[in-house]
């Protein structure tokens, strides 16, 4: 029996503290006065009584009701039900009526105005909201109408009111006031009473609002109501906390805060609290607080909360069957004819029906928990530990961070206390989650046997709260209506708190002597349920794994059979299959059948073997069953070992110490219980046969619970039903047992863990040091008292004695970890103290002792011979490449890339390979060979220039081949490379610090000349440092003298060597007009003498030194442009608009341009120098291209500096006074060299309308015309333009064509036009330029949004403004700038130029994307989350945005140079974006860059020249050190390869050669792009290199690389060239995102022999292999051979058809002994032979030319191939020799590529001849010709000039001969036939006796015809 009320409290308004700014109340009176024994009284009520504080009223308000909960420190709830209303505040009402006046005074009582807050307040432990409602409500009626009743008696019977325990009964009482009340008591008090809250919050929130705040709180977040009703918040808050039953809510529970605590919603613990909305703004600033608002019914996650949701399918389960249940209307709503409608369940039932729901989603989430609980002690009291572990592995959840949460939480905690013990009384849950799950799990999918299954659920609820249906009449007077509106209504009278007292004792000594009602608690085995289940019921992978079993159990009887061959075959794929948990479940049986009495001697190499297998299965297992593979393998580490010596025995357990299981105090703790509990058991056993069950056999079983472990708990029943009826001395005898059973299982344990923690090495412990904190005081749910452990080790530190420093740290580490698992489990398993101590002293004994054992045993285990490991292979070096020290055994680890390590399509386990890391002077390169010996003898090298390192890190590897983590070193590379490695044991620390700071040696060289470009093979040269420049000033005084004397010879002509005629030519170069070539004679005049122009002032050294100059690409690009002469502007012609002029020689113009610039005609060469001021690094707008149709130029610049920007854009009035300022100067200067760009650049023409250049094609387009006519003139206009890949519909099409693209680029102001009524002709590139001098009517985006993809509309406007925008006119120039520059500035009019401001991607994000580039494309792990693929990877790298953006603006670019307007860019510096944008727009509109040369001059002048600055974006130097790798150029590259994606036919060069410039330019192989500009290549003395003096010439240049290859054969030339002939065209490619490819240089690799990018390296291999197997004398049967594509180089293996033909001829050409020809000609001969073969008509399409070029070429070729594997059809016509080669076919292949000149050739072939006296026999191509009468010999068949010739009038006879010596291999002894002439006799060999016998009789007929 418990009281019903504890305390009954008057709160009123404190008037003593008005002058407070908020009011307060006060505790006016309380009863009892005293404090009760068993329930202390609350403090703070008087806070809670008025949640919002304490307010004074002008008005009375209606009396509120609401229940405040308050925990005290022993968690213990007191519910305070607060009934408060208004009355009279009499000090205050004099105030009032004193500031009224008292002339109103009639002598009448005045109403009372200020009325005051008055709370009734009764505290109890019980929770009866309304009960207590129903009482206070009582006491008020009794007070506001006066009714005869004593409120001190009222008052003591609530405290002598007894209500009964829970179990159904019923209590009637009477307060004494003419009342008759009932208490039903629920039937079990552990089942929350929710009355009908539950429904209300679904009602107020709905389904998935509640259902997140349900996960929200079972995952220990903050939640708060909030609320304008104080009711609601607390019944919102019994919902939620009514919906986690079983489990029970321990933290924070306020359904109400005060406004005065409001600081509590800073608490960082988790709560439940409830605030009145009067305070929404101050908790809507809270971050971590998930907010519910109960009256709009939303609630507001923060996006720094990640909120865990259900596991499926529990989640789509539980929101069907609350659907079902709220909305049962729902799944019959669409049915024509829905059936009759049940009557809708009341709110009660409803609340009942929705936590039935919730009752069967935890019993389907803890089902089986039972199976997982370890018993550690049963008497005193049960101490019961979950196995989280294991019950997350055997759900399948163990990634699921849900179920995760719930189980570290304290609510759970608190459930295993709880409801843990075998022996209790059961309640509603119990039953369901033992009986139930099954049910549940099979009404899956059918909504009535749901639904009939939660109704019986709710009954049962329901009857719980009402468990008597007929109630007894309950009568409570109510306060009369409107009552407390009455005008004169007293105060609440104060009580008699005396008597209070004296009714109250008289009233607990009547109720003293009667015994108190005690419930007997019925008690009950707790049924145990179901073992646990997956949740998805998920079958286990059965796909071959009885064969992988297999495997397993072959390799390890072979193992014990002393079968090492088969053991060696067998154990890689038993490794492979360990990664199964059947097949690790497989090995722990099959180990365990060869341990006998604990022990398992093995010798050397079978110890190996299972320590491997041992480390394998304890590697693979993943989390969910690591703990079970650990405890089950803990026991075969002790039994196995190996005898080293006489004495000294090794065991497994020193081996298997590498893995961080082993220092998870988790993991120790979960065995330690399971072991204890088998300890129990078998104390409590009778049986002996079970008793002697031994502790290895226990655990040597299936991880689901068994029948056994069952008994456990069943045995721990029965001994707790008998605890109570047992003697004194036998309780305390088995308590003894039980905790001298844990305390010897903890002796147990701490040797275990001695042996595992210790290292064999001590000085290589890095398990405990690396094992994270957490993991030391993370356990189970129990609380970890203070530990001891902490002064006893440190007075261990104090005493032990060590004196290693090393073997100190390695001991005091280990016993500081054991010591905390034994203060834990020791603790909580109620171990007395003095064993714990005892313990804490006996564990530095122990590990004193072990580490001296193992001192002995790690000695002799030095003495073992070393395993064998595989030979070190060099690696091939390249000429002038040196190692740089010895390589260091590694291996190999495999990274993301899954292909070379089996990957998801199967294949080869190429990787991991044991082999060597190397560094060399240019590259890192690994050498080795894979471990799976299945995979064959190939060699693995994967390597990198040491240039192109971009990051490495130590790291640690798990490695496969030894099981065990190592220290290991992980290095990216700029080239798209990971080498991964793991170092072997032999390799100590300090070999890898050496290694590491060589490479950093290396990769940062101090100066260019110690880079292998420069360094390879020879000293550093002496140099001169930057600084010390001034000492070297011969080039300096040489420059000046040159342009000196330039100036006074008016003009200036350069002498050039002529590279044919071997004589001097002079140039004069001048603008004409249309120009294809740059080596046309008609742009050339030589001058007939040979001889430079005598000068007084131009010495010889000057001449040599221009002709230097001018043999950069710039100039050669210019002179094949046309882009004018050198010279003063007196000697140039009139027509000239440009001239390029050397004021930049001596780089002080500009140091990172070129010395020759392209400049204006007018522009005088002292101007540029102030022009350069207004632009970055002094980088003015020069003329880089020109195009040779419509004469528009593209000019490039930096962007403008801050100051100098304004004076661009004023209108180009003539300045008359002088300025007064360098900056006015600069200004004025800027302006004039504007204008002068404007002079210069192509005029446009109006005609009839459109504005086209002069020379260009009209496009007429009059306003006057008839709208057909005028829309299909359009329509060809816009035609012309427009990309012809876009769809574009016409007529009247502008805005949808070219608005609707080209709008996307440029930004369009939206000004007002100056002139009224004014209307201009429009060009056809109208939309391209800003509006800004017309009226637009359409409002567009800026270039940087639409380049970001953020496009708007268009808004289309009518008819008549499609109209105005086709009669805008084009302007002249466009000017590209920085969009944060030009925003707000306006050109005038009369310029003819555009504003384009552009946004562009800068260097940082280029940066940033080129990282995520390459952790997508080359990962250094593979990712467990399967959506992130690489494609989305790539996505997110916004890599391809970028090249799309680019690409963007270089199309429009390239499509306004083609329409006749010039560009000018000019952004960023000048160097990066600016580059890539200028060299894609020539690159489009040249078909000249698309060849190998012009491709090569355009990065020489655009790239070189013109100052990329490769050695700070490329990261060379050590200067640019943190700067970071920003790959500008390899995006310009990898735009290329878009470009020739879409266009392979218009390029000469093929993808390999922009894969070969990609890697290059960063490996610093080459010379070529080490350096930043010419200026500083000149500094160091490389740009121009002395031709006479030989050896001055240091490193190598990348273009004489790429010569020398290509003349060798095709590896840089595309087969599919064929350009467009005729006029030239732009190229227009897609740019769309969805068309850019991937590029393959970034994910494809060569493991056979690394990058193919080493050509000299790879051509030697090729040769190395042919002459192994040409020496090799056996013929291949087949010509098959297996390609895998991260191993082999496919383009190699498997060459296209028109490669291996050329190779097929060259191979040939040996075979013959002939002189071997270029590839070249040989192509040059079909192609052109095909075109007039099988294209004779004269005009033609590329694609047919591409289709007859390869097509026609292999119908010709393929025929003669049947030897080379292609067919195999045509063997028995022929009789091939010996060698395999069929000469006579090989001599029809030569015929097709011979001479079409058949004239006086009567019979030709080839024909071994000997020569005189003891010569050889060589092949010579011999020719019978009837006509001369002659038999000529040349020394190929393409030869015209013959080598000899035998007249036939001299011959006498020809006769069938023999073989002599040294004739020809394999040759046939009837080929051979001699010709005697009467001056000697010559020796001849054919190639068959066939031909050998036509060869006679032809000469017969000659010789008889003569």
């Not at 290895?696 to 029965?718: I, N, S």
């Amino acid at each position: 029996m418990t009281r019903l009320a504890d305390y009954f409290v008057v709160v009123g308004y404190d008037s003593e503290k008005t002058g407070s700014v908020e009011g307060s109340g006060k505790i006016i009176q309380r009863f009892p006065r005293k404090d009760w024994d068993d329930a202390p009284f609350p403090q703070g009520i008087e806070l809670f009584c008025q949640p919002a504080g304490w307010q004074l009223s002008t008005e009375r308000k209606q009396p509120t009701y609401f229940v405040v909960v308050l925990t005290d420190i022993d968690s213990d709830r007191h519910y305070c039900a607060c009934l408060t209303f208004h009355e009279a505040e009499i000090n205050l009402q004099g105030c009032k009526r004193d500031e009224i006046g008292e002339e109103e005074d009639t002598g009448l009582i005045q109403p009372a105005q200020v009325f005051a807050p008055k709370s009734l307040v009764l505290v109890s432990q019980l929770d009866y909201p309304e009960i207590f409602k129903a009482c206070l409500g009582l006491i008020y009626t009794v007070y506001v109408d006066s009714l005869n009743v004593n409120l001190e008696n009222v008052i003591t019977n609530l405290f002598t009111c007894l209500v009964p325990v829970a179990g159904g009964s019923q209590k009637l009482f009477s307060l004494g006031a003419g009342d008759r009340q009932l208490i039903q008591t629920p039937l079990y008090d552990g089942l929350p009473v929710t009355s009908t809250s539950v429904a209300l919050l679904f009602q107020q929130l709905g389904i998935q609002q509640v259902f997140s705040l349900f996960c929200a709180v079972l995952t220990e977040n903050k939640i708060i109501f909030h609320s304008t009703s104080h009711q609601r918040l607390g019944e919102a808050s019994r919902a939620l906390e009514s919906l986690i039953f079983p489990l029970k809510y321990s933290y924070p529970y306020i359904p109400i805060l005060p406004a005065r605590l409001l600081e509590v919603l800073s608490s960082p613990t988790p709560f439940i609290i409830g605030v009145h909305s009067m305070f929404h703004s101050e908790i809507h600033e809270l971050l971590d607080v998930i907010i519910a608002d109960l009256d709009g019914g939303t609630i507001k996650i923060p996006e720094c909360i990640h909120l865990s949701q259900l596991p499926e399918p529990l989640l789509h389960q539980t929101q069907e069957a609350l659907s079902l249940v709220i909305h049962p209307d729902l799944e019959v709503a669409d049915y024509a004819f829905p059936p009759v409608r049940t009557a809708p369940s009341n709110l009660r039932m409803l609340d009942k029906e929705v936590r039935a729901v919730f009752l069967r989603l935890f019993a389907q989430l803890f089902q089986g928990y039972r199976s997982c609980l370890q018993l550690i002690r049963i008497h005193p009291e049960p101490v019961i530990h979950f196995h989280k572990a294991a019950f997350l592995g055997q759900r399948g959840l163990v990634e699921n961070d849900f179920l995760t949460k719930v189980l570290d939480g304290m609510a759970f905690a608190g459930f295993v206390s709880e409801r843990g013990p075998p022996y209790r009384s059961c309640d509603l849950f119990d039953d369901l989650v033992a009986f139930d799950v099954e049910r549940i799990k099979s009404e899956e999918g059918i909504p009535p046997k749901m639904l009939k299954h939660i109704r019986e659920l709710a009954e049962q609820l329901y009857k719980n709260e009402n468990p008597n249906p007929h109630m007894a009449f309950q009568k409570v007077p109510k306060p009369t209506e409107g009552s407390h509106m009455r005008v004169h209504v007293p105060s609440f009278p104060k009580i008699n708190e005396d008597k209070v007292e004296t009714l109250l004792q008289e009233s607990l000594a009547k109720h003293l002597n009667s015994p108190p009602a005690v419930r007997v608690e019925k008690k009950c085995i707790v049924p145990a349920g179901p073992s646990v289940v997956s949740i998805m019921d998920r079958m286990g992978s059965i796909f071959n794994s009885a064969r992988r079993l297999e495997v397993v159990r072959n390799c390890i009887s072979y193992i014990f059979e002393y079968k090492v061959l088969e053991t060696e075959k067998t154990l890689p794929a038993a490794l492979r299959a360990l990664k199964g948990r059947v097949a690790r479940q497989c090995l722990i049986e099959e180990l365990s059948l060869h341990v006998q009495q604990n022990r398992a001697i093995l010798d050397h190499q079978q110890f190996d073997y299972i320590v491997r297998m041992i480390n394998c299965a304890l590697q693979d297992c993943s989390a969910s069953e690591e703990y079970y593979v650990a405890a089950t393998l803990l026991p075969l580490t002790t039994a196995f070992y190996r005898k080293l010596a006489i004495g000294v025995n090794q065991f497994a357990y020193t081996c298997v110490q590498d893995h961080h299981v082993w220092a998870n105090q988790q993991f120790w703790e979960a065995t330690f219980y399971n072991d204890v509990q088998s300890q129990i058991r078998a104390l409590y056993l009778t049986s002996r046969n079970e008793n002697f069950l031994s502790n290895f056999k226990q655990k040597d079983k299936d991880p689901l619970p068994t029948e056994q472990e069952k008994r456990v708990m069943d045995l721990a029943a029965e001994q707790l039903r008998l605890w109570p009826t047992l003697h004194k001395e036998k309780q305390q005898e088995l308590e003894k047992g039980e905790e001298n059973t844990v305390f010897s299982q903890a002796i147990h344990y701490a040797q275990l863990m001695v042996y595992l923690l210790v290292p064999l090495d001590t000085s290589k412990n890095k398990l405990l040091r690396n094992a994270a904190t957490g993991d030391w005081e993370s356990g189970s749910n129990s609380f970890v008292t203070n530990s001891i452990a902490g002064s006893v080790a440190e007075s261990y530190d104090t005493e032990s004695g060590f004196e290693d420093a090393e073997n100190n740290d390695v001991a005091n580490a280990v016993i500081r970890f054991i010591m905390r698992f034994i203060d834990k489990v020791c603790t909580e398993s109620g171990v007395t103290q003095d064993h714990i101590k005892n313990l804490h002293c006996m564990i530095p004994g122990i590990v004193a002792m072990h580490i001296e054992t193992l001192e002995a045993v790690h000695r002799e285990s030095r003495r073992l011979p070393p395993i064998q490991k595989p030979k070190i292979l060099r690696p091939a070096l390249l000429p002038g490449e040196e190692f740089v020290g010895e390589g260091l055994r590694v291996v190999l680890d495999s990274d993301g890339r899954e292909e070379a390590s089996g990957g998801p399509l199967g294949g080869p386990h190429i990787l991991p390979a044991e082999g060597a890391l190397f560094l060399t002077t240019y590259r890192i390169i690994f050498k080795g060979t894979p471990h799976d010996p299945l995979v064959g003898e190939q060699t693995i090298v994967r390597s990198f220039p040491i240039a192109s390192m971009t990051k490495e890190k130590k790291i640690s590897i798990q490695i496969q081949l030894q099981q065990n983590t190592q220290e290991g070193l992980q290095i990216r590379s700029s080239t798209f490379q990971i080498i991964k490695v793991a170092f072997d044991e032999e390799v100590n620390s300090e070999m890898v610090e050496i290694f590491k700071k060589h490479m950093v040696r290396f990769r940062y060289p101090q100066s260019i000349f110690t880079t292998f470009a420069f360094a390879a093979g020879q000293n550093a040269p002496q140099i001169i440092l930057p600084k010390q420049k001034e000492k070297n000033t011969s080039f300096r005084t040489l420059s000046k003298n040159i342009v000196r004397s330039a100036k006074k010879a008016g003009k200036m002509t350069i002498g050039r060597q002529s590279t044919v005629k071997k004589k001097p030519v002079v140039l004069t170069i001048d603008e004409r007009g249309n120009r294809s070539g740059w080596n046309e004679e008609d742009e050339v005049s030589a001058s007939d003498d040979g001889e430079l122009p005598t000068s007084s002032t131009l010495k010889a050294s000057e001449k040599s030194t221009m002709e230097q100059l001018v043999e950069r690409a710039c100039f050669r690009d210019y002179q094949r442009l046309g882009l004018g002469t050198i010279g003063a502007g007196s000697s140039r012609s009139k027509t000239e608009h440009f001239r390029i002029t050397a004021a930049n020689r001596m780089y002080l113009l500009c140091r990172s341009y070129p010395g020759l610039l392209v400049v204006p005609q007018p522009v005088p060469d002292s101007s540029l120098q102030k022009v350069a001021r207004c632009y970055r690094h002094n980088r003015l707008p020069v003329v880089c291209w020109k195009h040779s149709k419509t004469k528009a130029v593209l000019l490039r610049s930096g962007g403008f500096h801050g100051k100098g920007v304004v004076g661009l854009f004023k209108s180009p009035n003539p300045h008359s006074a002088a300025p007064t300022s360098t900056e006015s100067s600069s200004s004025i200067e800027q302006e004039k060299y504007l204008q002068a760009l404007l002079n210069a650049v192509p005029s446009l023409s109006k005609m009839n309308g459109c504005n086209t250049p002069t020379g260009h094609p009209n496009i007429m387009l009059s306003p006057d015309t008839a709208t057909d006519k005028r829309s299909s003139r359009a329509s060809s206009a816009v035609k012309q333009v427009v990309p012809t890949h876009l769809d574009v519909h016409l007529p009247n099409s502008f805005t949808r064509g070219v608005l609707g693209y080209r709008d996307k680029l440029f930004t369009h102001s939206q000004q007002k036009s100056t002139v009224k009524g004014r209307v201009f002709n429009q060009g056809m590139w109208a939309s391209l330029r800003s509006s800004s001098r017309f009226n637009a009517q359409f409002s567009t985006t800026d270039v940087g949004a639409r380049l970001a993809g953020k496009e708007s509309p268009v808004t289309a406007g009518c008819d008549n403004s499609l109209q105005n925008q086709l009669l805008k006119r084009q302007a002249a120039l466009y000017l590209f700038g920085e969009k944060s520059q030009l925003r707000g500035f306006k050109l005038d009019l009369a310029l003819n130029c555009e504003l384009i401001p552009v946004d562009y991607c800068d260097v940082r994000q280029v940066k940033a994307s080129f990282k995520k580039l390459m952790r997508a494309c080359a990962p250094s792990r593979v990712s467990n989350d399967t959506d992130m693929t690489l494609y989305r990877l790539l996505g997110e790298s916004e890599w391809l945005l970028q090249i799309h953006r680019i690409l963007q603006l270089a199309v429009v670019i390239a499509e306004l140079l083609e329409s006749g307007s010039s560009v000018m860019v000019s952004l960023e510096d000048g160097m990066d974006i600016t580059t890539q944008i200028v060299s894609l727009a020539q690159l489009l509109c040249d078909p000249f860059y698309r060849t190998l040369e012009g491709f090569k001059i355009l990065i020489e002048k655009e790239w070189l020249s013109f100052g990329h600055k490769f050695s700070q974006r490329s990261n060379l130097t050590p200067n640019s050190q943190g700067s970071g790798f920003a790959p500008v150029f390899l995006q310009f590259l990898d735009c290329v390869h878009q470009i020739h994606h879409q266009y392979p036919m218009e390029f000469e060069f093929n993808q390999y050669y922009l894969k070969f410039l990609a890697y290059h330019y960063v490996s610093n192989r080459y010379k070529t792009f080490l350096l930043d500009s010419d200026y500083e290549r000149i500094e160091h003395g490389i740009l121009f290199e002395d031709k006479i003096d030989k050896q001055s010439k240091r490193g190598i240049c990348i273009w004489e690389c790429i010569d020398r290859i290509h003349k060798k054969g095709p590896v840089f030339f595309s087969y599919m060239y064929s350009p467009e002939e005729g006029e030239k065209y732009i190229l227009r490619p897609c740019i769309n995102i969805s068309a850019l490819k991937k590029w393959d240089y970034y994910i494809g690799e060569t493991l056979s022999s690394g990058p193919s990018y080493e050509w000299d390296m790879v051509s030697a291999k090729t040769g190395a292999s042919e002459e192994l197997e040409q020496m090799d004398g056996s013929v291949p049967q087949t010509h098959r051979k297996v390609v895998w594509p991260c191993y082999d180089n496919v383009s190699k293996v498997q060459p296209d058809a028109i490669t291996k033909l050329l190779e097929e001829i060259g191979r040939l050409e040996n075979e013959l002994n002939q002189s071997l020809e270029q590839w070249k000609p040989i192509w040059d001969r079909v192609k052109v032979s095909h075109k007039e073969e099988v294209i004779p008509e004269p005009t033609r399409v590329a694609s047919s030319l591409m289709a007859s070029n390869v097509q026609s070429f292999q119908r010709r070729s393929m025929l003669h191939l049947a030897d080379s594997g292609i067919g195999e059809n045509d063997r028995n016509t022929t009789t091939s020799p010996s060698n395999g080669v069929n000469t006579r076919r090989a001599a029809t292949l030569y015929n097709q590529f011979s001479s079409k000149d058949v004239e006086n050739r009567s019979f030709e072939g080839v024909l071994y001849k000997r020569g005189a006296l003891l010569k050889g026999w060589k092949p010579r191509w011999f020719v019978l010709d009837i006509t001369k009468h002659q038999l000529r010999y040349y020394d190929n068949g393409e030869d015209t000039n013959p080598r000899g010739f035998i007249d036939l009038a001299e011959v006498e006879s020809v006769l069938p001969a023999s073989s002599t010596l040294g004739a020809p291999k394999h040759s046939n002894e009837r080929a051979f036939f001699d010709l005697k002439t009467n001056k000697r006799v010559y020796n001849f060999c054919a190639q068959d006796a066939q031909i050998a016998q036509q060869w006679m009789d032809k000469i017969q007929n000659c010789i008889s015809d003569a």
